[in-house]
């Protein structure tokens, strides 16, 4: 089925694949601040604060207008 980006998605599932991808972006990123943050890069922190907030939420907004129709529930 095709992916569809609309407003009438929030109350459907977003799809399998970007709920995956999702997950593997944000623990990347989780795991990137925190080894700068360990590499001693502590001025840049509000920097990599907002870059992890605004990619958090980009992705969130994002996860609530997809959607491709299918249930993902198990019968």
């Known amino acids: 089925?095709?992916?569809t980006i609309s407003r009438r998605?929030?109350?459907k599932p977003a799809?399998?694949?970007?709920?995956?991808?999702?997950k593997a972006v944000t623990i990347l990123s989780d795991t990137a601040v925190i080894i700068l943050?360990?590499?001693g890069h502590?001025?840049?922190s509000?920097?990599?604060?907002?870059?992890?907030?605004g990619l958090s939420g980009l992705l969130t907004?994002?996860?609530?207008?997809?959607?491709?129709g299918e249930d993902y529930t198990k019968r």
């Open 15 to 22: 799809p399998r694949w970007f709920r995956r991808t999702k």
């Open 9 to 11: 998605n929030t109350s």
């Open 42 to 44: 502590a001025e840049n």
């Open 61 to 68: 907004a994002m996860e609530s207008l997809l959607a491709n």
């Open 1 to 3: 089925m095709a992916t």
């Open 37 to 39: 943050l360990a590499l």
């Open 46 to 53: 509000l920097a990599m604060l907002l870059i992890r907030v």
